[in-house]
T-cell receptor, first 112, second 110 residues
């Protein structure tokens, strides 16, 4: 059973709307990363937070933003949704940035 | 050119076969390397870390060649349950960035 929990599991939004996805990591996991995975592709790195600060970012526009909280939870916010934002969004956490990550089951976002 | 490239396959092999996957990466500043396994419509799960000295976990052996910038995964005595997509991951720890390949699909048949 995964120690990383994501909510909601599925979500349908309309183009132009805003969405917040949530992730609850295991205690002690001070590093969290968010990924976008389209069908047939590997996860694409959005950004990483370490001790509540963003310390790495992939090639995603500023309308993708995030937060990490002291209780090891985090959020991914996406503004001005576009149809191409439809994908599986994965949260992954770790105790050490150099170690592998534990992934949540993901949130499947559909933008219509 | 993608930062991490994998042969997408699919690899279709009989039970008991040995199969090898390769992955190349372009950024020489990469520091940590991993193989993940992803089953259909599930999240990726860490299979093993990859070191220059090579590491083995049961039927699985991973190897890193820094000079040539490639990573390999060898699966011996394939089982039906090994059928999945195998993802190569390259991490630049100081930049806080992990890059996944698009995965190699393996199907093991009876």
């Amino acid at each position: 059973e995964t120690g990383v929990t994501q909510s909601p599991t599925h979500l349908i939004k309309t183009r132009g709307q805003q969405v917040t996805l949530r992730c609850s990591s295991q205690s002690g996991h001070n590093t969290v990363s968010w990924y976008q995975q389209a069908l047939g592709q590997g996860p694409q790195f959005i950004f990483q937070y370490y001790r509540e600060e963003e310390n790495g970012r992939g090639n995603f526009p500023p309308r993708f933003s995030g937060l990490q909280f002291p209780n090891y939870s985090s959020e991914l916010n996406v503004n001005a949704l576009e149809l191409d934002d439809s994908a599986l969004y994965l949260c992954a956490s770790s105790t050490d940035r150099a170690r592998g990550y534990t992934f949540g089951s993901g949130t499947r976002l559909t933008v219509v | 050119r993608k930062e991490v490239e994998q042969d997408p396959g699919p690899f279709n092999v009989p039970e008991g076969a040995t199969v090898a996957f390769n992955c190349t990466y372009s950024n020489s500043a990469s520091q940590s390397f991993f193989w993940y396994r992803q089953d259909c419509r599930k999240e990726p799960k860490l299979l093993m870390s990859v070191y220059s000295s090579g590491n083995e976990d049961g039927r699985f052996t991973a190897q890193l060649n820094r000079a040539s910038q490639y990573i390999s995964l060898l699966i011996r005595d394939s089982k039906l349950s090994d059928s999945a997509t195998y993802l190569c991951v390259v991490t630049r720890t100081n930049a806080g960035k992990s890059t996944f390949g698009d995965g190699t699909t393996l199907t093991v048949k009876p």
